[in-house]
């Protein structure tokens, strides 16, 4: 079982940038797609991005698409987030998941097995 164990959040004011790291222990295989969730307050757990690991293919959230970039480094068996233009409803914690199973387009929480604790972003107004 891969464990997952996020960190880089914290508190940046709006229009700012912020990088979110995941790193996985246990072997990241090419079957694997890499999630990013987040869970704003009282509302529940949603999809952000997400990434392939042999392809590198990606899919976004609306939301997000166009301000937020997904990536991984298989050498280091990491995901990252990159997020620009970061507004205050992205305040959220941030979860990293992992899935060697699921269906395309791999974005609904069930279609993943492994999730790392979250890291807290904050975006102030």
């Known amino acids: 079982q891969v464990q997952l164990v996020e960190s880089g959040g914290g508190l940046v004011q709006a229009g700012g940038s912020l990088s979110v790291s995941c790193a996985a222990s246990g072997r990241i295989f090419s079957g694997y797609v890499m999630g990013w969730f987040r869970r704003a307050p009282e509302k529940e757990r949603e999809f952000v991005a997400r990434i392939t690991w042999s392809e590198g293919a990606t899919y976004y959230a609306d939301s997000v698409k166009g301000r937020f970039a997904i990536s991984r480094d298989s050498a280091k068996d990491a995901v990252y987030l990159q997020m620009n233009s970061l507004k205050p409803e992205d305040t959220a914690v941030y979860y990293c998941?992992?899935?060697?199973?699921?269906?395309?387009?791999?974005?609904?929480?069930?279609?993943?097995?492994?999730w790392g604790q979250g890291t807290q972003v904050t975006v102030s107004s």
């Open positions: 998941a992992a899935t060697r199973r699921g269906t395309y387009p791999y974005t609904s929480i069930g279609d993943y097995d492994a």
